[in-house]
């Protein structure tokens, strides 16, 4: 037997031809993560090049809220409209609207449950009842849920939140926290 084989025997052998498959793997820029990984190799390419199709698939699977289901819905509502309910990656909350910062609110859930920012840009759907904004008569705008159907602006929704005082439905992406609908609870 030549001396290499003899190295390689035994538990402390096995350790360390671990590790250098490890240290050769991440030399190649492998990682376990996979394409959703921002690691690169030092030449900057990226390592998604390296990981197989079906450990590409079992990552994303196993990163997805919800035991991996990435057909998601758009979000529903209790039966109360209240509060906070989430269905796949998105995820409903009616509460008191707050700015934070130019692009980020917050809501305060009705039903007392934890504050959640969220983005809001100009792909964001903004309805308003007569607090963010009204129709374009100046009259109330709401549909037979009791929310705005009035389209606003990101700025006239940052208005508004300035004010601590407007109730708002945001449903938004679990993952990005980006909101692709704000509406306007009306209150007389």
């Known amino acids: 037997m030549s001396t290499t084989t003899n190295r390689f025997r035994g538990r402390a052998g096995r350790r360390i031809a671990a590790t250098i498959v490890a240290a050769a793997a991440l030399g190649l820029g492998a990682t376990a993560c996979g394409p959703d990984s921002d690691a690169a190799d030092s030449s900057g390419s990226s390592a998604s090049s390296t990981t197989s199709p079906s450990h590409q698939a079992s990552h994303q699977a196993s990163s997805q809220p919800n035991g991996g289901s990435s057909s998601g819905?758009?979000?529903?509502?209790?039966?109360?409209?209240?509060?906070?309910?989430?269905?796949?990656?998105?995820?409903?909350?009616?509460?008191?609207?707050?700015y934070l910062a130019p692009g980020k609110l917050i809501v305060k859930p009705e039903?007392?449950?934890?504050?959640?920012?969220f983005l809001v840009a100009n792909a964001t759907n903004i309805r308003g009842a007569?607090?963010?904004?009204?129709?374009?008569?100046?009259?109330?705008?709401?549909?037979?849920?009791?929310?705005?159907?009035?389209?606003?602006?990101v700025d006239e929704l940052e208005k508004a939140a300035k004010t601590n005082s407007v109730t708002v439905r945001v449903s938004m992406?679990?993952?990005?926290?980006?909101?692709?609908?704000?509406?306007?609870?009306?209150h007389p």
């Open 130 to 153: 007569a607090a963010i904004c009204t129709a374009p008569d100046g009259s109330v705008a709401i549909g037979d849920d009791g929310y705005g159907t009035a389209k606003c602006t």
């Open 73 to 98: 819905n758009s979000g529903s509502q209790g039966q109360d409209g209240g509060g906070s309910a989430d269905a796949g990656k998105s995820l409903t909350i009616v509460g008191k609207m707050e």
């Open 173 to 186: 992406d679990r993952k990005s926290g980006g909101a692709d609908v704000v509406e306007e609870k009306y």
């Open 111 to 117: 039903d007392g449950g934890t504050d959640q920012a």
